[in-house]
């Protein structure tokens, strides 16, 4: 490509001078800097990089349940064992909602030394916990509260209770005649009480399944 300029210096005649571009260097110079910012683009934190990320999906169209229990001051397996049972027995008949996939803090922290770090990391994991369950339970169709083998009252676990109550949601209960748990108000808020999984387990079935067609 040819380019003519015209240059007038002061107090003199105006001389015409020619530019020649070369369009294939313009061209290489572009392309070098549009992969330089495609590539700092992906270098950038605030720039989001698509990746194949597999997951595991639920089947269209469950229920949500989440499994309500004791967590904290006891032990992993105590924890989680009753919970995988529930989902392996619901499986494919609802999705499960488990707080234990959340690393769970198993620790008393009252029971600690109150130092001033244990006193912050204790309001801090309240508020962790808090965040967590109050958006799980928000999400939940049903809340699956299992108590057996209690030997404590779980105050988390009747908060979430009650949580499940003022926003409509069904609650089965799974607990021993003799529990700490066989309260008069959250036998109220039950629409259930059941002392064995498996009966329990049923009525999940029974109230999720879609009505026959009439």
Not at 40 to 50: K, M, Q
């Amino acid at each position: 490509m040819i380019a003519s300029v015209l240059i007038v210096p002061f107090e003199s005649q105006p001389h015409r001078i020619t530019i020649v571009l070369d369009h294939s260097r313009v061209g290489q110079k572009r392309k070098r800097k549009r992969c330089s910012d495609v590539k700092a683009r992906g270098r950038d934190s605030s720039t989001i990089v698509p990746k194949k990320i597999r997951t595991r999906r639920a089947p269209a169209g469950l229920h949500t349940v989440y499994l309500c229990g004791p967590i904290t001051g006891l032990s992993r397996r105590q924890a989680t064992g009753w919970r995988r049972q529930v989902a392996e027995l619901l499986a494919g008949e609802a999705e499960i909602i488990d707080p234990t996939r959340d690393l769970p803090d198993l620790i008393r922290r009252s029971e600690m030394p109150a130092t001033l770090a244990a006193k912050a990391e204790r309001l801090l994991h309240g508020k962790r916990t808090v965040a967590r369950d109050w958006f799980d339970i928000q999400r939940a169709d049903l809340v699956f509260a299992c108590f057996v083998g209690a030997k404590s009252v779980s105050i988390g676990a009747v908060g979430e209770i009650f949580w499940a109550d003022a926003l409509g949601k069904p609650v089965v209960i799974v607990r021993e005649e003799d529990n700490v748990h066989n309260h008069d108000m959250l036998n109220e808020i039950a629409g259930w009480v059941f002392n064995n999984l498996g009966d329990a387990i049923e009525q999940v079935k029974r109230v999720l399944r879609p009505a026959a067609p009439g």
